[in-house]
């Protein structure tokens, strides 16, 4: 139904109950920007929708009322019941949801996913480091997320911190949005369909966000330690070792394409995989699970090896990691 269709439908009902009802118009400042005239269109729409359940109601009662009175010896007393209330605003309870929904600029369902995945790392984040709010939080090499809260009300903004970034007049902002009482408004959003499906990926705690910083870390300590495993000059195979005794075993398989997949398995409990990880070149490792203690990795990490070219086994010695507090960042 279009919304002057709607429109007057209210006002036939309004004639209805009172032939001297006038409508309410819908009245849009022209000058005003788009965002300020959706803004109107949304209060229009509200305040219409109210309306229009109250006079279903109201029209319903008054035509059953009359119909009774008329064929009183004819028809059952009424039996006003909370179905026979509902049965007629409801289709107009439907069709006013949609239209205002449509006219309220709602986010579609990967938008709207993609500001949540925003709010919730940049509170994660927030409880991780102090000048995360002043500073924004970096979630790639060049962009920054910022988020301001206040009660039910949220904003995001994602801004590219290269002024190549977009060639547009939108400036360097990639997304911005802003949460009202639950719903989602979304100004602008100039992200690619990768550069969501990146962001849904982001850590919503902060027992996600250390697992898979340290598994990054893990990562590049593998690369740097034992290079050879990742540049096709040795095996691709390497066994993880506790105390002299095998623990996992890691598998880099490398993809026509240059990316390369770095698996991990559990020797000890049926070769469950605990690792699995995705590298493409120049972008930071994508980490698709990871079920290794983060005091492990931590360990591998800090520990220092000395250097084994031709040596199979990455060597973990329990007790002698470094004592030294590790905090590491991720790269998304």
């Known amino acids: 139904m279009?919304?002057?269709?709607?429109?007057?439908?209210?006002?036939?009902?309004?004639?209805?109950?009172?032939?001297?009802?006038?409508?309410?118009p819908l009245e849009i400042d022209r000058e005003a920007s788009i965002s300020k005239q959706l803004d109107q269109?949304?209060?229009?729409?509200?305040?219409?929708?109210?309306?229009?359940?109250?006079?279903?109601?109201?029209?319903?009662?008054?035509?059953?009322?009359?119909?009774?009175?008329?064929?009183?010896?004819?028809?059952?007393?009424?039996?006003?019941?909370?179905?026979?209330?509902?049965?007629?605003?409801?289709?107009a309870i439907a069709e006013s949801k949609v239209l205002e929904q449509l006219m309220a600029r709602r986010a579609d369902p990967q938008q709207v996913s993609c500001a949540e995945s925003l709010v919730g790392f940049a509170r994660v984040a927030n409880q991780l480091s102090d000048d995360a709010e002043q500073e924004g939080i970096a979630i790639s090499s060049?962009?920054?997320?910022r988020m301001e809260e206040q009660g039910d009300q949220v904003a995001v903004t994602l801004?590219?911190?290269?002024?190549?970034?977009?060639?547009?007049?939108?400036?360097n902002t990639l997304f911005a949005g802003n949460r009202t009482d639950g719903q989602w408004a979304i100004a602008e959003d100039h992200l690619n369909f990768e550069e969501?499906?990146?962001?849904?990926?982001?850590?919503?705690?902060?027992?996600?966000?250390?697992?898979?910083?340290?598994?990054?870390?893990?990562?590049?300590?593998?690369?740097?330690?034992?290079?050879?495993?990742?540049?096709?000059?040795?095996?691709?195979?390497?066994?993880?070792?506790?105390?002299?005794?095998?623990?996992?075993?890691?598998?880099?398989?490398t993809l026509p394409n240059g990316t390369q997949l770095l698996q991990g398995f559990d020797l000890n409990h049926r070769d469950e995989q605990v690792f699995d990880a995705m590298l493409v070149p120049g972008q930071s490792p994508d980490i698709l699970h990871c079920s290794i203690p983060?005091?492990?990795?931590?360990?591998?990490?800090?520990?220092?090896?000395?250097?084994?070219?031709?040596?199979?086994?990455?060597?973990?010695?329990?007790?002698?990691?470094?004592?030294?507090q590790n905090r590491e960042e991720l790269q998304v």
């Not at 919304?3 to 009902?13: F, N, P, R, Y």
């Not at 060049?142 to 997320?145: D, E, R, S």
């Open 2 to 24: 279009r919304l002057q269709q709607w429109g007057s439908k209210v006002d036939t009902l309004g004639v209805k109950l009172d032939p001297t009802y006038k409508g309410q």
């Open 41 to 91: 269109v949304e209060t229009y729409l509200k305040g219409q929708s109210k309306r229009l359940d109250r006079l279903e109601v109201a029209v319903s009662r008054l035509e059953k009322q009359i119909a009774e009175q008329t064929n009183s010896s004819m028809v059952e007393p009424e039996v006003d019941t909370e179905e026979s209330r509902a049965a007629v605003p409801a289709q």
């Open 142 to 145: 060049n962009k920054t997320l």
């Open 159 to 171: 801004v590219s911190r290269s002024d190549l970034a977009l060639n547009n007049n939108q400036g």
């Open 196 to 253: 969501k499906a990146a962001i849904a990926k982001l850590p919503q705690s902060k027992q996600e966000y250390a697992t898979k910083a340290s598994a990054q870390a893990l990562i590049a300590t593998f690369q740097e330690r034992l290079s050879e495993r990742f540049n096709g000059e040795a095996e691709p195979v390497f066994t993880w070792t506790d105390q002299g005794k095998a623990k996992y075993e890691f598998e880099v398989v």
């Open 294 to 324: 983060i005091r492990e990795m931590e360990s591998a990490i800090n520990e220092q090896i000395p250097e084994q070219t031709d040596e199979k086994h990455l060597n973990r010695r329990s007790g002698k990691a470094s004592t030294k």
